[in-house]
């Protein structure tokens, strides 16, 4: 009987993550921000002489989600900032794509995500109040993606995510930069949440 297939990834970090039963201590912040910054949004379809990254979108979403509150509880944000921190091992698929490739993606991404969120002493699953602010965030950030880099008009990207309210978009311009530069930010924003949660 042949022995079942590798189910783990060796990380830079050195450790080795299990894809199938992530544990929190497999989990390493440098891990995450080094492969979001790697990961393209929008399959790379965006304007730009870089890839929009997934850290950069994380980045994003969080300041978006602070802004939809008056007193943005820290813990929160960094439930925000860590959205799609899974991403870093399973990488970005559109919308549709997951769709067409069903439950088992969702799954694993349960999974990968409960165990980064306790790593940083999230709840395994947020209250869902609080995924949907996030949820509501995300949606907002893919309304400006669309529209500045992506190619959308804006009456196509109302369509798709729904007209964001114009408060929220004040004064946010997409500025596209190096990986090195994604992933710095992302892991500099995430020392400053992790300190104040």
Do not use: C
């Not at 199938?20 to 790697?38: K, M, Q, R, S």
């Amino acid at each position: 009987m042949p022995p079942p297939p590798r189910a783990w990834q060796r990380m830079l970090s050195g450790r080795r993550l299990d894809l199938l039963d992530p544990t929190p201590v497999d989990i390493e912040i440098e891990d995450i921000a080094h492969g979001l910054a790697f990961v393209a949004r929008w399959n790379g379809q965006t304007k730009g002489d870089w890839p929009y990254s997934v850290a950069e979108h994380s980045l994003l979403v969080e300041a978006i989600f602070a802004r939809s509150q008056k007193a943005p509880d820290p813990k929160w944000q960094l439930a925000a900032l860590l959205h799609d921190a899974p991403e870093y091992v399973i990488g970005d698929m559109i919308s549709p794509v997951k769709a067409a490739v069903g439950p088992e993606y969702g799954a694993l991404d349960v999974r990968l995500t409960a165990a980064i969120h306790l790593r940083f002493g999230l709840p395994a699953a947020l209250p869902a109040p609080i995924k949907r602010r996030i949820k509501a965030a995300d949606k907002v950030s893919a309304w400006l993606e669309a529209t500045q880099i992506a190619g959308f008009s804006e009456a196509e990207a109302d369509r798709f995510f729904g007209r964001p309210d114009p408060i929220l978009l004040d004064g946010l311009t997409l500025n596209l930069s190096p990986p090195a530069d994604a992933r710095a930010r992302f892991l500099a924003r995430h020392a400053e949440l992790l300190a104040q949660a």
